[in-house]
């Protein structure tokens, strides 16, 4: 390995002589700090549709079937005098779901910050491979737009919720949003899936290969274990997704039965005989569920890492945060069924999922009681990317919670796909994920865009999106038990539930104040770019190696020679130093011990 | 009027926004602009932790007083409800107390240990024991709740057919529901989407030629005889839907091409219902709700709302397209008195039949 970062040294050190052209540079570049801003910048476009997209279906739910001025612009012909259309209302639910799952925690995210620190943080000039590194960005720009021109389809986008459960989905007679918005839904999620493979095989092959001297597997940030065992299940989860994504083209393009038979609909029976559509569940959800992870194993490292930077402590069992992470993985490919305990498969297998999946929660309190452990007796920086760190430890516990009732089979039986489900999800993996993407961008900015973030604005960003996460999806659970179900247009037609109306309201007004307050941080984020603070070489006062890189960015991250490594990555306050924190590229003193960790 | 109303808020948000800089702004004076948290930084977000902390804890007093009254924990129709709903306390109580003592916990260490310049963190990177301690305590609560869990499960949807249940279809279409009794000899007759023949009025399929099939009865109310045992097998005809039946702590999905089943014994008639005092308070509440949303329809001429009236429901849970929020069907638990002159009432299949 030594040998190999050294050979390369000498490579690169005219890499930074070549000329680069606008082109190379800024749209079709190879370097991972640039590809990492593209991805970034992309998830937050789409991030600003889904979200606008929850604000239009949280009006129509709290304020049903009344006129909009919002709907009237955004939605044109979909809302008739302002009215919103019950049809676009689940296109709205399906492509906020998949917008902010797939577009903008799995690839906003990972993509962003995978790309941006696994070079920079083992010490290597960029990534195994920059030119499939450059086509994993652009095969997700192209589904990204896909899926955006899908909104614009004369019969609707697809509408079948973003689990798009076939017959709903197979039929375009079922729904005008499973015509040719699910074509193009379904292209754009294979295009995706290709791309998350590319990005995620080349983030393993770099982490295992261009370590960087002396950076042993337990001597890496937990960011990088993170992003390591996240690529890991992407490549064993994502495959099963695209076959079950062509098997179902194949039913609505070819005529064959996979997940389909026995189907009389609009006054005709329909040839397919034979299929499942249990068994694109179970296809769905082998993906669907590691998903979860994939979205939340990210932020969780981006959290350890901020967490011990900020409270100037060491992580706490940095051990035992590896295993929990590689128990959490193991079990997120062994627990799908928890979404199908009453899908009509057999109850036998619904004991066993309620068992692998209540396991879950012992690697989570693990990783929630070690970052407790982590600031208790720190020196706590209040700086943004830790109030985002803290605020997400805080919905994932109260999010991970909840999960205990989902997981368990009986108690599911009553709360299966009610708004309860709507409430844990979006505290445990929704916020809580976006929180580790906001710490992410507060701390890394300075690395990204070599200025500083406002800190009073990112103040104000956090404080409101924290108390408008809870507004939203704390009263949520008690919706959810009340028996409310999820997915509808209007509660109108149930008088039974005429009571919670008003929760409803209070929940929207929630929802309508912390979306706006988002524009807080676009703003603080776009305009940084340009008149932010210079940003000084290590701002935090770090440990991690991609704070010794120059703050201008060059082509293969340091000129001369890589750092070498000689210590873990949290030094933090370390007895017999002077300086509370010790870089992993700074040798051991005489007579220091490398803690047995 | 919401045009009006979303202006406002806007407005709001934006002095809001003004006012928050400015106070942040005033906190920090004398301080260098370096954009990263200084003491005084440190100190405020410290105390707002600790501000933070309280909504949490009031925003959950808030829910549980104002909506923890929840049909869905208590009141229960049906036999097994009660034992979900024992389970689902159990759980919850647990989940409270872990959730408000770690909430407590983070945000208190977060307060108490904000930083100040000179001070020193303390360097404590490991403790086995400690690690062991948060490892077992939750296998231990999480084995207890698994094993109760189990059990439930398992009583629930092991469905006893020596109980000689009453067996009923429920059939699920776009956008409603029917129900079949299987008649006289309770047996259901055999039926398929394919035999579907809209022109002799036989609308769920049923094998004509079957003789089990001829006294069978296809209703599109669900009428329910009190402390009988029932057995539902369900099938859909065209995509997905879900039996959801809340007070009755049912549900089961209707899947294209299979039948899937759930059994439960309901214990309450719907009239005994209307008569407990939870079911009463719930009605009364929401009726003064729709008599003072009539008062604002009337205000516009349109109709008033009718009065509410307590009936169990059977909703469509899993989404189905475009008026899937609107697929029900009432059910009515009686005696079985009543259940018999109910279903005597009704037609069977081979007379339903147009010759």
């Known amino acids: 390995m030594s040998t190999h970062a050294d050979t390369h040294a000498h490579e690169d050190d005219h890499g930074h002589h070549h000329k680069e052209t606008f082109m190379t540079k800024y749209i079709f570049s190879q370097d991972h700090k640039m590809i990492s801003k593209q991805y970034l910048i992309t998830g937050t476009i789409m991030g600003v549709i889904g979200v606008l997209m929850s604000i239009m279906f949280r009006m129509q739910i709290a304020w049903p079937e009344e006129p909009n001025v919002l709907f009237e612009a955004l939605l044109g012909k979909w809302a008739p005098g302002g009215v919103m259309d019950a049809d676009i209302y689940l296109a709205l639910v399906t492509i906020h779901g998949t917008i902010m799952v797939f577009f903008v925690l799995t690839a906003g995210l990972s993509g962003t910050f995978s790309n941006l620190l696994i070079p920079l943080q083992i010490g290597a000039r960029d990534m195994a491979s920059g030119f499939l590194n450059m086509i994993s960005y652009w095969l997700f720009f192209l589904s990204s737009v896909i899926m955006i021109i899908s909104l614009f389809v004369e019969a609707g986008p697809a509408a079948a919720g973003w689990t798009i459960y076939p017959p709903l989905s197979a039929l375009p007679m079922a729904q005008g949003g499973s015509g040719m918005g699910m074509t193009l839904w379904l292209v754009s999620m294979a295009i995706f899936i290709a791309s998350s493979l590319l990005g995620s095989l080349n983030y393993i092959v770099t982490i295992i290969n261009l370590r960087t001297k002396g950076m042993s597997m337990t001597r890496l940030p937990l960011t990088i274990w993170a992003f390591f065992v996240t690529a890991i299940i992407g490549v064993v989860s994502f495959p099963v997704l695209l076959s079950a994504a062509l098997l179902l083209i194949m039913d609505r393009s070819f005529g064959t039965s996979f ?104 690697p989570s309190a693990v990783k929630s009681f070690n970052w407790m452990t982590t ?80 800190k009073n604005l990112g103040y104000i960003h956090f404080w409101v999106t924290a108390i408008c996460a809870y507004g939203v999806f704390f009263p949520m659970h008690f919706i959810g038990m009340a028996g409310l179900p999820r997915r509808y247009y209007t509660n109108s037609n149930f008088p039974l539930f005429d009571d919670l109306a008003n ?9 309508i104040i912390g979306g706006i307050f988002q524009l807080v941080f676009l703003y603080n984020f776009f305009v940084s770019i340009f008149y932010g603070k210079k940003a000084p070489q290590n701002p935090w006062r770090s440990t991690t190696l991609e704070w010794t890189a120059p703050v201008k960015h060059i082509h293969g991250n340091w000129p001369g020679e890589i750092p070498h490594v000689y210590r873990w990555a949290y030094d933090y306050s370390k007895p017999g130093h002077d300086v509370d924190f010790v870089p992993q590229n700074v040798p051991l003193k005489e007579g220091e011990e490398e803690l047995q960790h | 009027m919401t045009a009006f109303l979303t202006i406002i808020i806007v407005l709001f948000v934006a002095v809001a926004i003004w006012q928050m800089v400015k106070i942040f702004d005033l906190a920090q004076v004398g301080s260098s602009n370096s954009q990263i948290a200084t003491d005084n930084d440190n100190k405020i977000n410290a105390y707002l932790m600790l501000a933070f902390l309280a909504f949490i804890y009031i925003i959950t007093i808030v829910c549980f007083v104002k909506w923890g009254d929840l049909p869905l924990m208590s009141n229960s129709a049906s036999e097994h409800g009660s034992e979900i709903d024992n389970l689902m306390i159990i759980t919850m109580v647990i989940i409270f107390i872990v959730q408000t003592v770690t909430q407590y916990l983070l945000h208190y260490f977060a307060f108490k240990y904000r930083g100040e310049k000179g001070k020193k963190a303390l360097f404590y990177a490991d403790n086995n024991t400690l690690e062991a301690i948060w490892t077992i305590i939750p296998v231990i609560v999480l084995a207890g709740l698994i094993i109760y869990g189990l059990f439930t499960w398992t009583s629930i949807m092991n469905v006893n057919e020596d109980d000689d249940p009453l067996i ?75 039996a959801y039946m809340p007070h009755f702590r049912a549900q089961m999905n209707c899947v294209p091409g299979m039948v899937t089943q759930f059994g439960f014994t309901p214990t309450i008639t719907t009239a005994d219902m209307r008569q407990t005092q939870q079911i009463k308070d719930k009605v009364a509440n929401i009726n003064n709700i729709r008599a003072e949303k009539s008062k604002e329809l009337a205000a516009k001429g349109e109709a008033a709302l009718e009065p509410y009236e307590f009936d169990y429901l059977l909703l469509c849970n899993k989404i189905c397209g475009k008026s899937h929020y609107n697929m029900q069907m009432n059910i009515i638990v009686e005696t079985q008195e009543e259940y018999d002159a109910w279903i005597k009432e009704q037609k069977e299949f081979k007379d339903s039949l147009i010759k």
């Open chain 1, 503 to 511: 929760v409803n309201v209070v929940i929207t007004v929630f929802a």
């Open chain 2, 168 to 242: 009923i279809e429920l059939y699920a279409q776009q956008f409603n529901w029917k129900a079949r009794y299987g008649g006289n000899d309770n047996t259901l007759g055999k039926a398929n989407v394919r035999l579907i023949n809209l022109d002799n009025a036989n609308i769920l399929g049923l094998d004509e030629s079957d003789p089990n099939a001829q006294d069978d009865i296809i209703t599109s109310e669900l009428h329910l005889p009190v402390g009988k045992p029932v057995l539902f097998k369900m099938r859909s005809q065209d995509v997905l839907h879900s």
């Open chain 1, 375 to 454: 600031i208790w007796k720190g020196n706590i920086q209040m700086n943004t990317a830790m109030l985002f760190s803290i605020g997400f430890v805080s919905t994932f516990i109260t999010g991970g919670l909840t999960g205990i009732i989902m997981g368990d089979s009986a108690l599911d039986i009553n709360i299966h796909d009610t708004y309860f489900i709507v409430a844990h999800f979006h505290l445990v993996m929704g916020i809580s994920a976006l929180y580790g993407m906001f710490a992410g961008i507060y701390h890394w900015y300075p690395r990204m865009f070599g200025r500083m973030m406002n």
């Open chain 1, 259 to 362: 997940f389909l038979s026995d189907i009389f609909i609009q006054g005709e029976v329909l040839h397919y005989q034979g299929g499942s559509p249990v068994l694109f569940e179970h296809l769905f959800w082998f993906l669907g569920h590691p998903e979860v992870y994939i979205v939340i194993l990210p932020a969780m490292g981006i959290v350890s890492e901020i967490m011990a930077s900020n409270s100037r402590k060491p992580i706490f069992g940095y051990r035992a945060m590896i295993a929990s992470i590689l128990a959490i993985a193991f079990l997120s490919t062994i627990v799908w069924g928890h979404h199908m305990f009453i899908s009509g498969m057999n109850p036998f297998l619904g004991s066993v999922f309620t068992f692998t999946t209540l396991l879950i929660a012992i």
